[in-house]
């Protein structure tokens, strides 16, 4: 249920400055700039920023504002699709007066003076959505916004083949194509891919491990991020060519980052969120996010999938 201190609090603050997490995919994205959108139609006196860091994949959304501290003063953040509060792109969101916290994972830091969490949505993109349409009489929507939400929707249901799309996920996609999105356009830039691209995804098919008990994996280091040109962003996308192959329901990405080692972890069978919560991470049953100090704890992680994986089996 949409919490109502929300809209009241938007009416309240002639300053709106929103957050997402590091390393934003197109969820994040989509619902940062929607909210943007929704404001900036609907309030033209008031003054709406995206902040944080940017994506190359879905760049063609927005692109986020870069505004000094002194801006914060008596403003209201909003943090969207950010569960853990380590994760928020710019720390800056405290200085904020008030913080709401908007998201769709499973919680685990309960930051920010109002919350509205809520599990059973596929996207944050889509609360957004949700959000504009209860209170559509008084709320104005413009294309870019609707692009940015149908593009959230789009990439984080992984268009519209994961649990928990609904027919209102299809009915909320339906009335921001009603706006103008041209889902061909949105399909060409989400589909094309570069050469370095598609040899990376050769080097993933052809260099992945696996466990005994049925756990898939790719290790990417720094020196193949480098070897093949790609970006961050790019190299973790390649998680979802190691799912579907029979016998390994359980499948991850270990991308090396300057200090740490991030993980994309993803299953089609046992619920790995725990599993993910022992690691700093969090996220969806199935769909998680978690981290390593360094690669002398891979062999720990990997055990510990092997223990979830058994348990799963019986």
């Known amino acids: 249920m949409i919490n109502p201190v929300i809209i009241k609090k938007i009416h309240e603050y002639d300053t709106i400055i929103i957050h997402g997490h590091k390393r934003p995919d197109g969820d994040c994205y989509g619902a940062q700039f929607g909210l943007k959108s929704i404001l900036t139609e609907t309030f033209k006196n008031k003054r709406v920023y995206v902040v944080g860091e940017t994506s190359d994949f879905v760049s063609f959304v927005g692109t986020p504002d870069i505004i000094e501290d002194e801006v914060y003063e008596n403003a209201l953040s909003i943090v969207v699709d950010t569960a853990i509060e380590d994760r928020i792109s710019d ?64 990439t984080d249901t992984g268009r519209f083949r994961f649990r928990g799309v609904s027919r209102k996920t299809h009915e909320i996609a339906g009335m921001l194509l009603d706006f103008g999105v041209d889902v061909e356009y949105v399909d060409q830039k989400l589909s094309v891919e570069t050469m370095n691209m598609i040899r990376l995804k050769g080097y993933v098919l052809s260099n992945f491990e696996t466990t005994n008990e049925g756990f898939i994996y790719i290790k990417v280091t720094r020196d193949v991020i480098n070897q093949f040109g790609v970006t961050d962003e790019q190299a973790a996308s390649v998680v979802s060519h190691l799912g579907g192959i029979e016998g390994y329901p359980v499948w991850a990405i270990f991308i090396e980052y300057p200090g740490e080692i991030r993980i994309r972890l993803r299953s089609r069978g046992p619920v790995i969120s725990t599993l993910a919560n022992e690691f700093g991470g969090g996220g969806h049953a199935k769909a998680s996010g978690a981290k390593l100090n360094d690669w002398s704890e891979l062999e720990h992680f990997k055990s510990r999938v092997d223990d979830v994986l058994k348990a799963y089996k019986g």
């Open 91 to 154: 720390s800056r969101y405290k200085l904020g007066k008030e913080i709401i916290k908007i998201d769709h994972h499973i919680p685990v830091d309960d930051y920010g003076d109002y919350r509205w969490v809520d599990t059973t949505y596929p996207s944050c993109a889509q609360m957004i959505a949700t959000f504009y349409k209860k209170y559509k009489k008084e709320l104005k929507l413009g294309y870019e916004g609707a692009l940015a939400m149908y593009v959230g929707i789009l």
